[in-house]
């Protein structure tokens, strides 16, 4: 017994097994895809996925807006507009602008610090399908109610789901349980990836890329990163409450039982806050790549940026009650939250002035990806502004619930995240795609996109200070909303037509676009040494760093006067790429593996059963078991064979 | 000559786009001038106190505000107008940053905002957060799925048992301070009547208390600005501020009422609280 090896057990399962692993290496194919560990594959279905629930979350606010266009609106009834107003908010924020950020995230951190992947691929890919998993169990929330009749399950509590309404009484029906347990699931992804590249960033590095050497994308994702480990935690302590409360009968928000619903705030706004900056931070890092690369200066002040993103990552923690100042915490707590929250403009206007004195003095070049950049200095600008305003706690009791905040908060989520997102994909996309973008329908997108976006949003001030409340299903015409709310629904319908011919550019462009080359930009960081599309294993010799912004330094020296020069005969690609490609051969990557994927399919399981029967419960526990065990167990590189 | 070296005589296309920004950016700010702004909720048009000093303090942040905004984003179009890339550009000079500049541009707004917003705005958030004045006229205010109840403590009928209505507007006397408390039956609401005061939460198991004043009589609309359910769109009120002599009228009327409550007069929302259902 004690000298028999366990090899030839199970050799039906171990066949296939091996047989499904040598599938998933092969680079093609679906099984590669679902088996997959590697970094650009992950954030490539980050990528798609996020944007599929954008354009889910866009119809919702199409609907909304089409509901909203003229008074008395009838499109839909008030009972679905809830819903599909919580899901429109919901799906943005968790299922569009933060997997978003994890797509960019997952392509770009190992190339920009010049590693071969995240370091823990497996775990990656677990953050990835539970991403999915959570997103899709939140989303099927929909079709629990009786459809066909129009009586949607989705959540109606609205995006922030206050107690006492998020209760079992005043919200009877599974929408709310489908909710909470839908971001919790988020939740363990979120981790997953938090700590992930924290670890990646801490300890993955290039040799000689020090912190300060660090491009300021990868800065904003640590900062990021850290915000997720700490902010995540608070959100799932008050979701297992509001579970307790609803599934079985606790009184955490309960106040006919001593419970406090305001509790629920609390909690809700000590996560609430940093999230807006989990979801702002990684844009801003975005963009403090693009603005430098087309201006072809170095980012002004890069300390100054930095530190003002540290400072943002610890002020986040402080400011959570401007969410709660009309619910009568007191002056004394309502004037020192008013001053944190008037200081957090603070740091990002000094970014705003680092982006602007970047640009001063550049040789600025008008391509797409910068135009998305400048867009989202533009306009997130604005919504900084309009943000101040309100910080302002007595006149915010006036703009409390009003558009103003509805225009103010998508000023900095779609100006500004959106914006720079899209900016991001023009310029990053194709070093993953071998093909550029077409650069004039980019442009095209850019106007369409920018136009139709203040003629959604800017509207909103107007109606804002004209009074009118947020979440309303519908509204009189005596309340002189009508014009405002028009301009808004024209608006959203622009900003359609240039989702619409976004995805026409994409289309278009993987099939005809221009070559990308490995550096089509210009660029300064590690990514653009590589080939485009890059090989599996990213970088044939792990670079050696010597400066920040090292790539521009290879290309560029400086003449006698100072002035940069570029580098003579040809020493700008001496990284041997093209020249003495070993296609890889002796670099061990990572194997792929199906476990992330059973372990991450047990927890929507888990979460179906605590609301259906609680037999499903053991079943995917059972499969998460599974999953961590074999995943557990499962040796870290297959034998040589997987390298045929 | 050398201006024309400087500036070739064909604009590049980009302009037409910049000024389509500047036509955008000047339609926004024009749009703040057009339409009515006579509205029956405009949060800018205060007819009592509260609102007025709410409305001083929002000029105060907003027009910097705009000011800055106004700044930035011509900047950025002149910025990328003057420095667009030409055929003939050398590689620009490397700047990396100018730490005096910077400590500048952190230091000089931290000043500005902390001296022209935060300073101004700590008296005001103590001065309507205070407690009510002792006279002030005392009302509470209930929010419940979906309508606002109002209770009288001052209107009482022989027995002591104070006007209670339900879904009908709020009478006030004007130019006297009124007490409010606010709570909520059930989920959260919040009272707003935007030319009286701003907004204030009514949240279950919670007292809060604010004072307003109005200036005139006169009538004031306002609706439940936090997401209550189904009907939250419909969850309107209507303040009505009247003299001293009408509102005393209105109030002996209403006392009456109390007394004769359960026994089917017209005003059927009226009724003594403390009469149980």
């Keep these: 017994m004690a000298t028999e090896w366990p090899q030839p057990r199970k050799q039906g399962l171990a066949d296939a097994l091996g047989w499904a692993r040598r599938m998933a290496d092969q680079h093609y194919g679906i099984w590669s895809w679902i088996a997959t560990v590697d970094h650009k594959r992950i954030g490539i279905m980050y990528g798609v996925t996020a944007f599929l629930f954008f354009l889910a979350g866009g119809m919702e606010a199409l609907i909304i807006r089409l509901q909203l266009a003229v008074p008395d609106g009838n499109i839909v009834n008030a009972d679905q507009y809830n819903r599909i107003l919580t899901m429109h908010g919901t799906t943005m924020v968790f299922l569009v602008i933060m997997p978003l950020s994890a797509a960019f995230f997952n392509l770009m951190i190992p190339l920009m610090i010049g590693a071969r992947d995240v370091a823990f691929p497996r775990l990656n890919a677990f953050s990835y399908w539970v991403f999915l998993g959570g997103g899709i169990f939140m989303n099927a929330s929909f079709f629990t109610g009786d459809v066909f009749s129009g009586e949607l399950g989705a959540p109606d509590c609205g995006w922030f789901c206050y107690s006492t309404l998020s209760s079992k009484a005043f919200s009877p029906g599974h929408g709310v349980d489908f909710w909470a347990l839908g971001l919790q699931i988020l939740g363990i992804a979120s981790l997953a990836s938090g700590f992930n590249f924290v670890v990646t960033i801490l300890n993955l590095r290039a040799p000689g890329m020090t912190l300060f050497r660090m491009p300021l994308f990868v800065w904003m994702t640590l900062v990021t990163s850290f915000l997720l480990i700490f902010a995540m935690p608070v959100i799932a302590v008050a979701l297992f409450e509001l579970l307790f409360d609803r599934l079985f009968d606790a009184n955490f928000f309960n106040p006919d039982k001593g419970g406090n619903p305001l509790l629920w705030q609390h909690m809700f706004w000590l996560f609430g806050h940093p999230e807006v900056y989990i979801l702002i931070l990684p844009a801003m890092g975005i963009v403090s790549e693009i603005l430098p690369t087309f201006s072809r200066k170095p980012l002004f002040g890069y300390p100054f940026v930095v530190f003002s993103g540290i400072a943002i990552g610890f002020m986040s923690w402080g400011v959570w009650v401007h969410h709660m100042y009309t619910t009568g915490l007191g002056t004394a707590a309502n004037a020192a939250f008013g001053i944190s929250t008037i200081l957090i403009g603070v740091p990002t206007g000094v970014k705003v002035f680092n982006w602007m004195a970047t640009m001063w003095g550049g040789s600025i070049s008008l391509k797409a990806p910068m135009m998305f950049a400048v867009g989202f200095v533009a306009m997130f600008t604005i919504g900084g502004l309009s943000g101040v305003t309100h910080s302002v706690v007595p006149s915010d009791y006036q703009q409390q619930d009003t558009y103003y905040i509805v225009a103010h908060f998508h000023y900095v989520l779609f100006g500004g995240s959106i914006f720079a997102l899209f900016a991001g994909i023009y310029y990053w996309l194709p070093k993953f795609t071998g093909r550029l973008l077409n650069d004039t329908v980019g442009q095209i997108q850019f106007w369409l996109m920018l136009i139709g976006f203040n003629l959604t949003f800017f509207p909103m001030h107007m109606s804002g200070m004209l009074g009118m409340p947020r979440r309303i299903s519908t509204y009189s015409g005596d309340q002189g909303w009508d014009l405002w709310n028009l301009l808004s629904t024209i608006g959203a319908f622009t900003i359609a037509a240039a989702i619409l011919i976004f995805i026409i550019n994409v289309i278009y462009s993987l099939r005809r676009g221009q070559a990308a080359g490995h550096d089509p930009w210009d660029g300064r960081t590690l990514e653009w040494t590589i080939p485009s599309p890059p090989p599996h294993y990213n970088f044939e010799r792990i670079p050696t760093v010597h400066a920040r912004d090292p790539f521009w330094h290879e290309k560029y020296t400086e003449d006698a006067a100072g002035r940069p020069i570029p580098v003579i005969a040809g020493a700008a690609n001496g990284h041997g790429e093209e020249n003495g490609d070993h296609g890889g051969h002796g670099i061990h990557m990572p194997s792929p593996s199906y476990f992330p994927l059973i372990a991450a399919l047990g927890f929507p399981i888990i979460a179906t059963g605590l609301i259906y029967d609680y037999a499903l419960v053991a079943v995917g526990a059972a499969l998460l078991f599974v999953g961590i065990y074999g995943w557990a167990l499962e040796p870290v590189t297959e034998e040589e064979a997987g390298h045929a | ?277």
């Design chain 2, 1 to 277: 000559m050398p201006v024309s070296k400087l500036r070739p005589p064909h604009l590049p296309p980009g302009h037409a786009f910049f000024a389509l920004f500047a036509l955008l950016l000047i339609g926004l700010l024009a749009s703040g001038c057009i339409g009515d702004t006579d509205t029956p909720q405009n949060t800018l048009a205060p007819e009592g106190e509260v609102a007025r000093q709410q409305r001083d303090l929002f000029m105060l942040a907003m027009w910097p505000a705009l000011a800055v905004m106004i700044f930035v984003e011509v900047a950025i179009v002149v910025m990328l107008l003057r420095f667009r890339r030409r055929k003939d550009d050398q590689i620009p000079k490397q700047t990396h940053g100018n730490t005096p500049l910077e400590i500048a541009w952190t230091i000089v707004p931290i000043v500005i905002i902390i001296v022209f917003v935060g300073v101004p705005m700590i008296p005001v958030i103590f001065e309507l957060g205070r407690d009510p004045a002792d006279d002030a006229y005392p009302v509470k205010v209930t929010g419940i799925q979906w309508v606002w109840q109002f209770e009288y403590p001052e209107i009482v009928n022989d027995e002591g048992a104070a006007l209670v209505t339900l879904g009908e507007p709020l009478h006030i006397p004007a130019g006297r301070e009124i007490a409010l408390t606010i709570v909520s039956a059930d989920v959260n609401h919040s009272f707003g009547v935007p030319r009286v005061a701003g907004t204030r939460d009514a949240i279950p198991g919670q007292e809060e208390r604010m004072w307003i004043k109005v200036d005139e009589p006169g009538s004031f609309a306002g609706q439940c600005r936090e997401l209550c359910g189904t009907g939250h769109a419909d969850m309107k009120v209507t303040v009505i501020a009247q003299s001293d002599e009408d509102f005393q009228a209105w109030s002996e009327e209403m006392a009456a009422g109390v007394r004769s409550a359960g026994t089917g007069d017209d005003s059927g929302a009226v009724s003594a609280s403390g009469s149980g259902e």
